[in-house]
């Protein structure tokens, strides 16, 4: 069963044109929720951990965000050099495996 | 910043051939993982590893696949009778701790013909 579904699953961006990805997990208990970057052809770069309801991270021109259902990874002013594909990870309970959903694409023209 | 190295980036295999992906961990971290991506899905969990045995592993995970820590700096997974469907990169993460973030490197593409 997908425990982790991320939506939309392509967003093309005029530079500047700020937007939210979302994120939404079923698994109960969440240990930690954890969104990466994936520029093609390479592994996917951390970005944020996040472990409880209410938790905000910011790095730059993204801010994650985090409630009891989903997360929202905000992307403010977006340049070009942030076209990447965006992950969302969940760590289910005593689970050492990180569960991936299948990432938003974020194409942002100059 | 340290990171984590991965060797070679592309592997091209013959079917039942078998292979062995190479890692390099960042050094300070305990806890060893591989992951898998065929091309346009998404990233699968394969093992993990911590205290120089198998903590968790996936039902892709089975007897063709082997994994070991050979010295105190690399991580290996070995596929045993390599398959078509072997065919994708093949990603190593570590972390410095249970529940801590994953950092990974860049992959080996892995192509079987």
């Known amino acids: 069963e997908d425990q982790v579904t991320q939506s939309p699953e392509a967003l093309r961006l005029q530079e500047g044109e700020s937007s939210s990805l979302n994120c939404s997990y079923t698994?109960?208990?969440?240990?930690?929720l954890f969104w990466y970057r994936q520029d093609p052809g390479k592994g996917p770069e951390f970005l944020f951990t996040?472990?409880?309801a209410g938790e905000e991270k910011e790095k730059e021109r993204l801010k994650a965000t985090l409630t009891k259902k989903e997360s929202f990874l905000h992307i403010t002013a977006p340049k070009p050099e942030d076209s990447a594909t965006y992950l969302c990870a969940v760590s289910p309970p005593n689970d050492y495996k990180l569960s991936f959903g299948a990432g938003t694409t974020v194409t942002v023209r100059a | 910043e340290p990171e984590v190295t991965q060797t070679p980036s592309h592997q091209v295999t013959q079917m039942g051939q078998e292979v062995i992906l190479r890692c390099v961990p960042i050094s300070n971290h305990l806890y060893f993982y591989w992951y898998r991506q065929i091309l346009g899905q998404k990233v699968e969990f394969l093992v993990s590893?911590?205290?120089?045995?198998?903590?968790?592993k996936s039902e892709i995970f089975d007897d063709q696949f082997s994994v070991e820590r050979p010295d105190g700096s690399n991580f290996t997974l070995k596929i045993r009778s390599t398959k078509l469907e072997d065919s994708a990169m093949y990603f190593c993460?570590?972390?410095?701790?249970?529940?801590?973030?994953?950092?990974f490197g860049d992959g080996t593409r892995l192509s079987i013909l």
């Open positions: 698994v109960s208990g969440l240990r930690g």
């Open positions: 996040l472990y409880s």
């Open positions: 590893f911590y205290n120089n045995e198998i903590s968790e």
């Open positions: 993460a570590s972390s410095e701790g249970w529940g801590q973030p994953q950092h």
